[in-house]
């Protein structure tokens, strides 16, 4: 049976589908296609999770975050930036759509045209969740240690409620920044200094 998780402000609400046992990678990416206004994940036990829309401001902030990202890879060269639209399929199966990703130049151009033309199967090498109204923080720490134990390099889960900002790598515990003013991608993303005054 497929289970759709529609997130609700508060708490998740499911729905059945008694029909179907459990949507195929290519059931799942023809359900995004016949549901483009939604924003929809799929966790690696298969669950679909419907998302609200961000709400404007949150929107805002994404943009911001993206804009910096974007001019960062643009002189760094060594590879390109996606925003929040873009969905991956991870190694262990889930299709996740962080709000701001990176991914290696060589990494990315070792895929096919068709695979980047779909939920791309690879873990970004550095992504961004930026917690919303609707988000709680214990589902966005689990994302973000799913996003590295798929193979990120790097992850800020930026949490604008509390204002901190999350840091993890593989193998560590994630470091705790409290009201940061900027957030520095180095050692892995050399000269990337996120400005916090505009995400705040």
Do not use: H
């Amino acid at each position: 049976m497929t289970t759709l998780r529609i997130q609700a402000p508060m708490t998740p609400m499911r729905v059945n589908l008694p029909g179907l046992v459990q949507m195929t990678r290519e059931q799942f990416y023809e359900f995004c296609q016949a549901n483009r206004e939604l924003r929809i994940e799929r966790t690696a036990a298969g669950e679909v999770i419907i998302m609200p829309p961000a709400f404007s401001d949150t929107g805002n902030r994404n943009f911001n975050l993206a804009v910096q990202l974007g001019l960062w890879a643009e002189q760094d060269g060594t590879g390109i930036g996606f925003d929040s639209s873009s969905g991956f399929t991870l190694p262990n199966g889930a299709t996740r759509s962080p709000d701001a990703a990176w991914i290696k130049s060589d990494r990315w151009n070792g895929l096919t045209e068709a695979q980047k033309a779909s939920f791309a199967p690879i873990c970004p090498d550095f992504v961004v969740e930026l917690r919303s109204a609707s988000d709680t923080l214990s589902s966005l720490q689990a994302k973000m240690q799913e996003y590295i134990d798929n193979g990120a390099l790097l992850g800020w889960l930026i949490d604008r409620k509390n204002r901190t900002v999350y840091l993890y790598r593989p193998n560590q515990a994630p470091v705790i920044f409290d009201n940061p003013d900027v957030v520095s991608g180095d050692p892995e993303l050399p000269g990337l200094v996120l400005q916090m005054a505009k995400i705040w």
